[in-house]
């Protein structure tokens, strides 16, 4: 069985070489989290980008499901002598694909590139194989969710952590004018959060569900947006109730959260223990960074500190703009 996957295009022809091995990294995680030992090849084919596979044995249709959660996948083919047969799609689209692209804001990171962290986050837990369940993904440096809104197309649950409270209700304001104009079921809840007797935090929560019938039965998704400083992680969350970490670090911002003077550095330090006791045993952090602020080698440390395990894998660090050459590190929770 050859399979051949074809990539998604991108204009920027730089960034595109960029996602190319993103694309590589993120599928080797893929099949090692199945057990299937394979050779993967990148090339062109006709024009297009492909990455070629050559799995040890056949896969099951449970098991090329999980290769659909590739982010940078638009078509999955099977090599038929020299002929490509197009695969059944089953990309996991629980919600319209459109939730996490509507929302168009200065300093978005790409979309397929934020998949792609969830989908490795999800290769190294011990929760791929769980990859259809309702996971819950929580991101603590949310930004305007994009994140949370990637998890809540795969079906999975979502809770945010963001300071900024513009940031905040615009994406309170997008999630509600999503629902209504899609004619979706749906709860929507605003309230105020105590933090060691004081008023921490505002939080947003939605239910609903894919369908009006689902949604009566009470099988629901739901979605956590709470406007407050992420050292207060462990206040807002339930210990151990968290499958996945995925987040962004702001690549140009040198200030801490909340107005503070220490760096962004300095808060990841005094978040990260917050963030460990709210991940399950097994679950997994995956987190990114621009290599001009942030020194790979001290953030791996400060995550060891905590009880972190590091994952090896190949090289992640790619070029994104002039000011940004972006690396991710990804770390277990054991």
Known sequence: MKLALLLYPHQNIRYRASLLQIALEETKLVFSALGVETEID??????????????VRPLSRWEMGFLWHLSSVYMI???????????????PDYIGEDLPYLLKYKGKTNEMFTDSMLTMALAASDFSHNYDAQLTV??????????????LRRGYHGIGIEVSKSCVEELAGYMNRYFEFHKMKYKYQKSSLTVYGKNGGIQHKWLFSDSADHFRDGDTRSMRMICGDT?????????????LLVTDLPYGVQ????????????????????????LKKGGCLCMSFNTHTVH????????????????DTGTLAHWVEQAIERDLIIARKD
């Open 42 to 55: 990148s090339k062109k084919l006709g024009g297009s980008q492909f990455l070629f596979c050559l799995p």
């Open 255 to 278: 200030m801490g959260t909340a107005g503070k003077t220490d760096g962004i550095l300095d808060t990841v330090s005094s978040a990260v223990p917050g963030w460990y006791s709210v």
């Open 77 to 91: 083919f099977e090599m038929n002598e020299n002929a490509l047969v197009p695969l059944d799609d089953q990309r």
């Open 296 to 311: 790979r080698d001290v953030l791996a440390g400060r995550l060891a500190e905590c009880g972190f395990s590091v994952v």
């Open 138 to 151: 929580l991101d603590p440096l949310a930004g305007k969710g994009t994140t949370l809104l990637l998890a």
């Open 231 to 243: 050292r207060n992680t462990a206040s807002f969350i339930k210990t151990g109730s968290v499958h």
